[in-house]
């Protein structure tokens, strides 16, 4: 959604290529547990390599590695052309570009339209989670939690934060009813989960609604995107050139606090600029809330390495070439969303 690429040691063979070439990443698919057994130790052995890659440059922090794009491929087949962060560069802009045409189109042709397009991302990016849950052996119940999803991203339109209140409430006491039914094992697992889900997207994306709903609601969407997409842009091309110092190597080992830097400095920028052209608003607003953003879309993007670490996967999906999955891309869009959505309403009154 945020029209930019999750850079990472995409090997064509499913997984990555170890530090001596061997592979010691995880097969396929990048699991490295089958069930609830394999604990964070097993995860941790098998996604070293998969965090140097996945995670490289998404979302506001980027590493550089010369030996990213240096992955090796069966029977010494020649790999798909790569940037020199190693993914499909072409495919991911590719990607991005016509995620931005949807984006746009939607939001400025008919305003509401917008909300499908959430809709199918976020209902997306819940199937991930869930099917990677249970591959984990944690059952969460998808029924509850997609229709949660439809009320939550549409109510709030035109019921504001009560509706949204009211619909997230109803949806986590129905999905522990719905686990409930299905057996007393592991239902407080089960349920956890479920509940995790439910805020993480769901509630988060119910805050869409509520960004676009006033009169100007278009511009503030194309803000709040665009500060997102700023951070993964400004970091990469800072991470590239110039990153050195890891910032979490436990979590996400490519990334680095040059990357950082050129995040703030591209996202200060741009929402000074933007919030200044197309709201109306102070230059300063703007550089507050370009600072949230980066903050946030960094955050958003190390808490999601750290689900993928924790389950032992590598991409949520494949649905998205040079992206990985929905929520691959939706991670730091979810963390940004609400404090640009609260900075907004009260630095950036509606005119």
């Not at 691959?328 to 630095?347: A, C, E, K």
Request: hydrophobic share 50%; with cysteine; glycine share 18%.
């Amino acid at each position: 959604m945020d029209g930019t690429a999750a850079a990472g040691d995409r090997n064509p063979a499913g997984g990555p290529a170890g530090p001596s070439g061997g592979g010691n990443g995880p097969e396929a698919g990048g699991r490295t547990g089958a069930g609830p057994g394999a604990g964070p130790a097993s995860a941790s052995n098998g996604l070293a390599a998969a965090d140097a890659g996945s995670d490289v440059v998404r979302d506001g922090v980027a590493g550089s590695d010369p030996e990213a794009g240096g992955a090796s491929t069966p029977g010494g087949a020649e790999p798909k052309r790569q940037g020199r962060t190693g993914r499909n560069l072409p495919a991911a802009v590719g990607v991005g570009v016509a995620l931005g045409v949807v984006v746009i189109g939607s939001l400025y042709f008919v305003k509401v339209a917008f909300l499908a397009v959430v809709l199918v991302a976020v209902g997306v990016g819940i199937h991930e989670l869930v099917k990677a849950f249970g591959e984990y052996g944690i059952r969460v119940p998808l029924p509850p939690l997609l229709a949660g999803m439809v009320a939550i991203s549409l109510g709030p339109y035109w019921g504001g934060t009560t509706f949204l209140v009211g619909a997230f409430a109803a949806t986590v006491l129905v999905l522990l009813a719905w686990r409930m039914f299905q057996g007393a094992e592991g239902f407080v697992r089960d349920a956890t989960a479920g509940v995790f889900v439910a805020v993480y997207p769901v509630l988060l994306a119910g805050f869409v609604p509520l960004l676009l709903a006033p009169e100007d609601g278009p511009d503030r969407v194309v803000v709040f995107i665009a500060v997102t997409v700023c951070s993964d842009i400004g970091g990469y091309f800072a991470g590239i050139f110039f990153g050195k110092h890891k910032m979490s190597p436990l979590i996400s080992p490519k990334k680095t606090w040059e990357g950082f830097a050129g995040s703030t400095l591209a996202c200060v920028v741009a929402g000074a600029l933007l919030v200044h052209f197309l709201l109306g608003g102070a230059y300063w607003a703007g550089a507050v809330v370009g600072v949230a953003g980066v903050v946030c879309a960094t955050l958003g993007d190390l808490v999601e390495s750290v689900i993928k670490r924790d389950i032992g996967i590598k991409d949520m999906g494949t649905l998205l070439p040079g992206h990985g999955g929905a929520m691959d891309r939706l991670d730091s869009l979810l963390f940004t969303l609400v404090p640009v959505w609260l900075l907004l309403t009260l630095l950036v009154p509606v005119g």
